[in-house]
């Protein structure tokens, strides 16, 4: 079930850290003086609508009156429609239909946060330092965003990025997380510099087998000694073309939210390995073993399991290249259509490393399918257009059905695939509700 979070339930628990979530505002907890500003009070304002021109004296932790006496739902500064899944750390993911953009805009991108994001009031862009450094690497070095603009050729791609438990809501027995639906995914294009350039610069050892990063957000338990996640991939990953440091998304400076200054983007792998808020990029010797590394975090059971089974640490693998997958984003489950007239439909599918090959749309709850019209990618990663139109014999209940096949041939399940203990990789058929009247 799906769960979602208002801003009275943000603010109910713990008021002080909602204002640090949602504004990045600090505040001392003996007089309730709140310090709001830069980014945290232009975020106020834009929910607000307008400037506040007393913003140093509203207290910690109150609910601005315009936004505590609103019949609007509460939406995260930045972003437009997004459901709230979790609010330490926040996380909030993107109904299907807000995602039909060819390129996915920064307001309907989903957040995902494994920790507390960094305070980056007063944070320079350009001066911002990335160390490069680990076991494999020949020659360890730092760079401002400034250097890295300076000594390595730009490139901008269209990658799409998802999180690997992206439908974890359907699993039975339930897994423990966030209940994504169908919206932890997005698209947008990404300017930066090829990770690979950086290393060849740095030098990378004979020896090294995994490049990993650390970054600036911090564990929720607030332990300095503890990182909130530490991920990466092998080097053959690492080393595409396509795999980046970035310090810009849809031609604009990375929003807070999504690694602001500098972050990693490996496309078509879990989200979880494009590091946020970049600062320590490790060439390791060895696969990586940093925070989500271990354990159940981002893994499978090596061979297919009962529902519900428990499975050991050491019979369970990382998840590399996400499945092929598919979603309707035109038109909005739930519509009414009038009988007599074809009904369009369009949405994307991707497939992690590989290309969609085709796409198939169903109205008879899969008993026949109809080939789409599917566009080339923009790039290598980039998620694909497709577009259909649905035509029905009479009036009533339909649901229509998408299915995608990718390049090496294997199809999207028609209902779930195998269950695994952390609900992950669910790439069953998306369909949505169409009332036909006549």
């Keep these: 079930m799906k769960r979602t979070r208002g801003l009275y339930e943000l603010y109910a628990n713990d008021p002080l850290a909602a204002d ?7 505040t001392d907890p003996l007089s309730r003086r709140g310090f709001l500003k830069g980014s945290g009070l232009a975020a106020m304002s834009a929910a607000i609508g307008a400037s506040i021109p007393f913003a140093e004296f509203l207290p910690g932790g109150l609910i601005p009156a315009a936004l505590a006496q609103s019949d609007v739902p509460f939406e995260i500064p930045g972003k437009s429609g997004l459901i709230v899944l979790n609010d330490r750390p926040l996380n909030a993911e993107t109904p299907a239909h807000l995602l039909d953009d060819r390129v996915t805009p920064a307001k309907h991108l989903f957040v995902r946060n494994n ?8 944070i320079a862009a350009d001066s911002w330092v990335l160390e490069v450094a680990g076991e494999s690497c020949a020659r360890p070095q730092s760079f401002t965003v400034a250097d890295l603009k300076s000594k390595f050729p730009a490139q901008t791609l269209q990658l799409q990025i998802e999180c690997a ?50 970054g600036a957000d911090a564990h929720l338990s607030g332990d300095p000694s503890k990182q909130a996640i530490s991920r990466g991939v092998p080097l053959h990953k690492a080393i595409e073309k396509e795999s980046m440091i970035a310090w810009a998304m849809n031609g604009e400076a ?9 972050r990693m983007v490996c496309g078509g792998w879990p989200a979880s390995v494009s ?3 970049l600062k320590r990029i490790l060439v390791r010797n060895k696969v990586h073993d940093g925070e989500k590394m271990l354990g159940l975090s981002y893994r499978l059971p090596c061979k297919p399991v009962a529902p519900g089974a428990k499975v ?40 992690g490393d590989l290309r969609v090959a085709e796409v198939h749309t169903s109205m008879d709850f899969g008993a026949t399918w109809h ?3 599917l566009e080339k990618p923009a790039n290598r990663l980039a998620w694909q257009r497709w577009s259909a139109t649905v035509t029905f014999p009479q ?31 669910n790439n069953a058929c998306h369909r949505i509700a169409v009332a036909v009247t006549a």
């Design 20 to 26: 640090k979530l949602l504004w990045g505002r600090t």
């Design 115 to 122: 920790g507390v994001p960094p305070a980056l009031d007063g």
């Design 165 to 214: 438990g992206n439908g974890r809501s359907e699993f039975y027995p339930p897994a423990t997380g966030n209940q994504w639906t169908t919206g932890a995914i997005g698209c947008p294009e990404w300017t930066g510099v090829r990770l690979v350039d950086v290393l060849k610069y740095c030098g990378v050892g004979e020896d090294a087998v995994y490049v990993a990063y650390e």
């Design 254 to 262: 990375l929003p807070p939210l999504h690694g602001y200054p500098l």
């Design 275 to 277: 590091g946020k808020w």
């Design 312 to 351: 050991e640490n050491d019979n369970m693998c990382i998840i590399g290249s996400m499945p092929v997958r598919s979603l309707v984003t035109f038109p909005k489950s739930g519509i009414s259509h009038g009988l007599g007239s074809a009904l369009a439909v369009r949405g994307h599918a991707w497939a």
């Design 371 to 373: 080939r789409a019209k």
């Design 395 to 425: 009036d009533g209940y339909y649901e229509i059905w998408a299915r995608a096949v990718d390049s090496d041939g294997k199809s999207q399940p028609m209902v779930l695939p195998g269950w695994n203990p952390e609900g992950y990789l």
